[in-house]
């Protein structure tokens, strides 16, 4: 299990200064096949974010500009709240992770504000916060022929505003096949 840094979407901009997008972390990393377990924290204008005025949805994609989305979580169905205000988690059950390459993943928090809740005429959609995540083989990796030949890991330093990319050889999971009638 992996906690999160705490996210907040803010309307305030102020000119000229730029905004500290994040801390340098790695991507927390699972096993392909366990459950993948998020913990966060959502905050809207330095308040907590409660499913009282916001529709929430997670989101899992290979990549940020993909169109397909491989995972999908909604209320109380892969996400879920947290015993305090603002505070959620989301649960990938082991047999989506077990369908998935190893590799780096994107999760999206999407917040929709519920009919009537908003302070603008129209109710905003926006993405509340945005993690990544990693899927590792394992010795317990219930589907090793589901790997590409080629690993790319991504870490993003945005202090330096600088990825680094790690490129890995992934060498054969299956065993080779012994005749034992001989």
């Given at each position: 299990m992996?906690?999160?840094p705490?996210?907040?979407?803010?309307?305030?901009v102020?000119?000229?200064?730029s905004?500290?997008?994040?801390v340098y972390q790695?991507?927390p990393?699972f096993?392909q096949?366990?459950?993948v377990?998020l913990?966060?924290?959502?905050?809207?204008?330095?308040?907590?974010?409660?499913?009282?005025?916001y529709?929430?949805?997670a989101?899992?994609?290979?990549?940020?500009?993909?169109?397909?989305?491989l995972w999908?979580?909604?209320?109380?169905?892969?996400?879920?709240?947290?015993?305090?205000?603002?505070?959620?988690?989301?649960?990938m059950p082991?047999?989506?992770?077990g369908?998935?390459?190893?590799?780096?993943?994107?999760?999206?928090?999407?917040?929709?504000e519920?009919k009537?809740?908003?302070?603008?005429?129209?109710?905003?959609?926006?993405?509340?916060?945005?993690?990544m995540?990693?899927?590792?083989?394992?010795?317990?990796s219930?589907?090793?022929?589901l790997?590409?030949?080629?690993?790319?890991?991504?870490?993003?330093?945005?202090?330096?505003?600088?990825h680094?990319y790690t490129?890995?050889?992934v060498e054969?999971t299956?065993?080779?096949v012994?005749?034992?009638?001989?």
């Amino acid at each position: 299990m992996q906690t999160l840094p705490e996210s907040n979407h803010s309307t305030y901009v102020i000119p000229g200064v730029s905004e500290l997008t994040g801390v340098y972390q790695d991507a927390p990393m699972f096993d392909q096949g366990e459950d993948v377990i998020l913990y966060f924290r959502l905050t809207v204008d330095k308040e907590p974010l409660t499913v009282e005025k916001y529709e929430l949805e997670a989101v899992v994609k290979k990549h940020p500009s993909a169109s397909n989305i491989l995972w999908k979580g909604l209320l109380n169905v892969g996400l879920y709240t947290g015993t305090t205000a603002g505070y959620y988690y989301v649960l990938m059950p082991s047999s989506a992770s077990g369908l998935f390459l190893p590799g780096l993943y994107y999760l999206d928090i999407k917040a929709t504000e519920k009919k009537g809740t908003g302070k603008l005429v129209k109710d905003v959609t926006f993405t509340a916060a945005s993690y990544m995540f990693s899927l590792k083989l394992s010795a317990g990796s219930p589907n090793p022929q589901l790997r590409p030949s080629v690993v790319i890991e991504v870490a993003y330093n945005p202090l330096e505003q600088v990825h680094t990319y790690t490129v890995s050889k992934v060498e054969p999971t299956l065993p080779t096949v012994v005749d034992i009638t001989a």
